[in-house]
């Protein structure tokens, strides 16, 4: 009999958090204002929405999983915990800065961008593999 391909191991550890990005991208975008003038490349900052559809996923299965085993309830520790300093960084790390030390509108790449988003997908591959 042949396996679904949703439940494929290369579709649930390359091809959902992927997913995670994209959804978190365009809710980025649904989010703005229309008359919002922040530059386009803020939108690719999803890494808190990765991490917040991973803790959902992590949820979602510990229904599935025994009630003895405490790697999920862990997982939600981590991935609650992640959330929170997420938050916190994207708030007062993540933005590129002026000569006068203050933030501008626009995400520094590797600080604000491509860094939590590697670590969320990170995370829920990690996740994946070990849970």
Known sequence: MEESIFK??????????????????????????????????????????????SLVATISDLGRANVTDITNLIWIVVFLVMLFISIDFDRYGSWERDEEGLPTDCKHIVRGIVAPNIIGISLFIGYRYLA
């Open 8 to 53: 494929s191991p290369w579709f649930q550890n390359l091809v959902v958090p992927i997913i995670f990005l994209v959804i978190g991208i365009l809710a980025n975008r649904l989010g703005r204002k229309d008359s919002d003038k922040t530059p386009l490349v803020n939108l690719w900052a999803a890494g808190t929405t990765i991490l917040l559809m």
